[in-house]
């Protein structure tokens, strides 16, 4: 697809406490907006930024995946290839590209189980997630979806049941989850923060549930045998492309 930096816009380290007069209001409900200083510390694009550069790139892949999938909402897992390869990074970007949209808004799954960051998305603390839905009949959806600093954007943490993920991710319930989301809103685009695909039997069991895959590869720090080898694990038809994270 193209290829993107997430380290020259943005400061190295994640600094920014989240502010504790900034409560999160209510899981649907419209919070504060994170401020420029916020959101540079989250490696977050914005309107304004000090690197356009990397804003443009993320519009160019947004328009990209709208394209592909012929501008209906759609669910999209994005994995690394290795560890601290930058999916995160590019999962919360792409959210919040489409959230930019008026029209359209976004929603972030956060099913990373060995490096969960949806919290950096929401203020105040995020106490229940979609393991925790998986697990247990008494707790809905609309328990689980929690308003961000960015408008339009919403997002689902981890949660606390994250033991025997593998099994929860499988299992009906997440598949009519799935369906849930994507098409109670026509306007909602989600993207899953996943595993890499290489090293996770979670992150394999999550690509057989959405529409598309993109796969992050940390430049200069994977081999092509690797690449290959993420891409073979991937349903050909699924997969959206490769970003490289610079």
């Known amino acids: 697809m193209t290829s993107i930096k997430d380290n020259d816009s943005f400061s190295n380290e994640y600094k920014a406490a989240v ?7 209510g899981h649907m409900e419209e919070v504060d907006q994170f401020t420029p200083a916020e959101l540079d510390a989250r490696k977050l694009i914005y309107p304004g930024m000090h690197n356009p550069q990397v804003l443009n790139i993320f519009r160019e892949l947004r328009t990209q995946l709208l394209q592909l999938q012929k501008k209906k909402n759609f669910v999209c897992m994005v994995s690394s290839v290795s560890n601290q390869g930058g999916g995160s990074f590019v999962a919360h970007n792409l959210a919040s590209v489409f959230a930019l949209d008026k029209a359209k808004t976004s929603l972030v799954l956060d099913a990373n189980l060995y490096s969960p960051s949806a919290q950096k998305l929401i203020f105040g603390e995020a ?14 959806i609309k328990d689980i979806v929690y308003a961000t600093g960015i408008q339009r954007l919403r997002a689902i943490p981890l949660g606390s049941n994250s033991e025997g993920a593998a099994e929860y991710f499988e299992s009906e319930k997440m598949l009519a989850f799935i369906d849930e989301v994507k098409s109670r809103y026509a306007d909602r685009y989600i993207f899953i923060d996943a595993p890499p695909v290489v090293n996770s039997s979670e992150a394999r069991i999550l690509a057989g549930l959405v529409d598309m895959v993109v796969l992050v590869v940390p430049h200069g720090r994977v081999t092509t045998d690797k690449i290959q080898a993420a891409i073979n694990i991937v349903d050909e038809d699924k997969l959206a492309g490769l970003i490289y994270n610079n």
Do not use: A
């Not at 106490?127 to 809905?140: K, V």
């Open 19 to 25: 502010p504790e007069s900034n409560p999160r209001i």
């Open 127 to 140: 106490e229940i997630g979609i393991t925790d839905y998986l697990s247990d009949s008494e707790i809905g």
